[in-house]
């Protein structure tokens, strides 16, 4: 390499300098020293004809490996390599963030020479995507225990659980049959530096926690906050000795029942990303059947009772209210403004409620997310594949005949509408029995035998897409 430092009293703001016929390596920096503008630059050389070297790439088995290349010996190797940002990767059920190319010495490769044959390896940082916590649930008048992190080790429930602060005189005591709300925050491990939560930074500067929270097999509001996923479990105590609870939810706002004025008022305030308690996905079976980008289109199963539906969505993004787009007697809407005109490549959340004659609530939908099209980070499941576990192999099945008590493990997976696009995970998939007294599910696919009878398992992805299996019990 040549450095050159060239001084002169004035120097045009249009300048150039070449060494035979070569710019400088790097961009021209011009400071002033003792009353005269200094230009310094870097120009490199090859001596000599140049060799050649072998860059190879070992990516962990996860993401996409590059082939290898050959560059001219002495390179440096921002220079000469392309390598594309993997992004996001899944494997093994598992979440990565892909961090950059490294060498033996965890030098990234833009710092890099092509001196000698070399070997890049990729750099993954494991996401927390999913928490499952069990939770003992107290008995009235006994004291609480802390909640226990089930199976994982590399995360952990910090000390600083407690009740809101409106049930604080019910902290060492379970109270009678009232309401409570337990927060705790989960952290990574502090010795694991390739492991963090799965975030995404929302347009305010926050970080926004994309992954899910079970309490004890139930989908749990949870945030992200100074590091640590924020939890919030509502759930009542059991009655002494009884193991079971002292008060079954009571009916929320958008519950079968729920006036059509309360419903409106809290659809038309929620922010978060998730399943409302009241909603079901039976009878309505919201999906999305088409998409453009710049539109959507939803479909929903007819309610016997129902003589209107009114269609919410908004934008899939933090502190995004959902928004009163309709309310016809069909049971299809095509969307084309939420709050805003569609954009092309955009993820969208809706929800649909029936009201009957007396304008009460029949059902409330689940909540959807579906993307427009033109972005190949947002796709849609354009079906669903459902197989059952049987002598330690999960095969496709399209019936079960299971024994009252007896159980059997279910998996579903979405099915993408073009193999070019990716999913964006804005929800797990969910499951729904057309019968809970036959047979219920949980929400990790275990299919329960209840009693004798005949019912479907359904399973749906986040934008709606199904697939059923019937199950029968013995």
């Given amino acids: 390499q040549v450095t050159l430092r060239a001084a002169g009293h004035r120097i045009p703001k249009k300048f150039s300098f070449t060494i035979n016929g070569k710019k400088a390596t790097e961009p021209l920096a011009i400071t002033r020293e003792n009353g005269v503008e200094v230009i310094w630059g870097t120009w490199a050389f090859q001596i000599g004809t140049a060799g050649k070297v072998t860059i190879r790439f070992d990516n962990y088995g996860i993401g996409s490996t590059p082939d290898p290349v050959q560059v001219d010996a002495g390179s440096l190797l921002k220079n000469v390599l392309k390598l594309e940002d993997q992004g996001i990767a899944t494997d093994d059920g598992k979440k990565w963030q892909f961090e950059g190319w490294f060498d033996a010495n965890d030098v990234p490769y833009e710092n890099l020479t092509a001196e000698t044959d070399l070997l890049l390896l990729a750099r993954w940082t494991e996401l927390v995507d999913r928490v499952d916590i069990t939770f003992s649930l107290p008995e009235v008048g006994k004291k609480f225990k802390a909640p226990a992190v089930k199976k994982r080790a590399d995360y952990f429930i ?73 939890v919030e479990f509502t759930f009542y105590p059991l009655s002494a000795g009884t193991g079971e609870s002292t008060k079954q939810k009571p009916a929320t706002p958008i519950s079968p029942g729920a006036s059509a004025k309360n419903a409106d008022r809290l659809l038309s305030s929620m922010t978060l990303d998730q399943d409302l308690d009241g909603s079901q996905y039976l009878p309505l079976q919201l999906k ?26 908004a934008r899939c993004k933090t502190g995004n209210r959902l928004v009163r787009l309709k309310s016809i007697k069909k049971n299809a809407f095509t969307v084309k403004e939420a709050d805003e005109k569609l954009a092309k490549g955009k993820y969208y959340k809706f929800v649909v409620t029936a009201l009957d004659k007396n304008e009460k609530v029949v059902s409330t939908s689940r909540m959807i997310y579906v993307a427009t099209k033109g972005n190949k980070k947002s796709g849609n499941a354009a079906s669903v594949q459902i197989s059952v576990k049987e002598n330690g192999t999960y095969c496709k099945k399209d019936s079960v005949v299971l024994k009252a008590g007896g159980k059997v493990r279910m998996k579903a997976a979405a099915v993408k509408a073009s193999g070019d696009v990716s999913i964006r995970k804005h929800a797990v998939m969910r499951f729904a029995s057309s019968d809970e007294s036959v047979a219920t599910v949980s929400p990790d696919g275990v299919i329960h035998a209840v009693k004798k009878g005949t019912c479907r398992i359904y399973a749906y992805a986040q934008n709606g897409a199904a697939k059923s299996i019937k199950v029968k019990v013995q």
């Avoid at 999305?288 to 969505?313: D, H, P, T």
């Fill in 158 to 230: 910090l000390n600083n659980w407690y009740v809101r602060d409106e049930h604080w005189d019910l902290l060492k005591k379970a109270g009678k049959q009232e309401e409570l709300v337990l927060v705790f925050d989960v952290v990574t491990d502090p010795t694991r530096g390739d492991l963090r939560f799965w975030c995404e930074e929302n347009e305010i500067s926050e970080q926004n926690y994309l992954g899910k929270v079970y309490v004890n097999g139930q989908s749990t509001e949870a945030y992200y906050m100074d590091g640590a996923v924020r």
């Fill in 288 to 313: 999305s059947v088409k998409q453009g980008e710049n539109s959507i289109r939803l479909q929903w199963k007819k309610v016997s009772g129902a003589v209107s539906y009114v269609i919410y969505g």
